[in-house]
């Protein structure tokens, strides 16, 4: 979404691209393994705990008797929900401008403030994000389940559609003679990341 808004995104894509992989490697695949290492599996607060009591971090922090990472956890988990709400919020208002603005949405969502910002998607889009607040009751956790899984399963086909088309690309260079290293980024262990 912000590629199209680069002044030069032939050289920060592939540069935020590399940045990624690396972030995830370091931050997600490492701290998990050690995680893993610290908490069995076979602990019972991972299963019937409920809110942070049954995040792996805060097992580990209670077993080495420090006694403010529950709340450091916490923390970190509501400023990473906002980060989420607010790339999301970026990503879904500037796509319901940009359909307007092509002829595929109402016009009213191009209206824009004397800021640039398209409030009127935005607003449009952030009354869908109100409907979290649902799950503040009891009787309606079953609506935000299914809407969750909705979510969930919408994510999966998006991400298995990324995956075959990219698949599609690699032969199709392959098929057509064109050296990946002509390319202005080229992700590294292909095909095989892919396919996996």
């Known amino acids: 979404m912000a590629a199209a808004e680069l002044s030069n995104p032939r050289t920060a894509i592939p540069m935020a691209a590399r ?6 490697i370091v931050f997600y695949m490492i701290t998990i393994f050690m995680i893993g290492l610290v908490v069995s599996s076979q602990n019972t607060d991972l299963v019937n705990g409920s809110g942070s009591a049954a995040s792996p971090f805060v ?3 209670k077993a080495a008797g420090i006694q403010v990472v529950p709340s450091l956890i916490n923390a970190i988990v509501i400023t990473s929900a906002w980060s989420a709400a607010n790339s999301f919020m970026l990503a879904g208002s500037r796509t319901l401008y940009t359909l307007a603005k092509t002829g595929r949405a109402p016009g009213v969502f191009t209206r824009i403030n004397r800021f640039g ?15 979290g607040f ?3 009751s ?3 956790s079953d609506v935000f389940d299914w809407m969750a899984g909705l979510v969930s399963i919408s994510s999966l086909i998006t991400w298995s559609v990324i995956l075959v088309v990219y ?3 690699y032969y199709g260079c392959q098929a057509q003679g064109i050296d990946r290293a002509e390319l202005p980024w080229k992700s590294p262990f292909q095909p095989y990341f892919t396919w996996a």
């Not at 910002?117 to 409907?131: E, H, K, Y």
């Open 19 to 24: 940045r990624i992989f690396v972030r995830i």
């Open 134 to 136: 649902m799950s503040a």
């Open 167 to 169: 698949l599609r690309f």
């Open 59 to 61: 097992i580990a922090a």
């Open 138 to 140: 009891s009787s309606a």
């Open 117 to 131: 910002i398209p409030w009127v998607s935005v607003s449009a889009f952030g009354v869908f994000m109100c409907l």
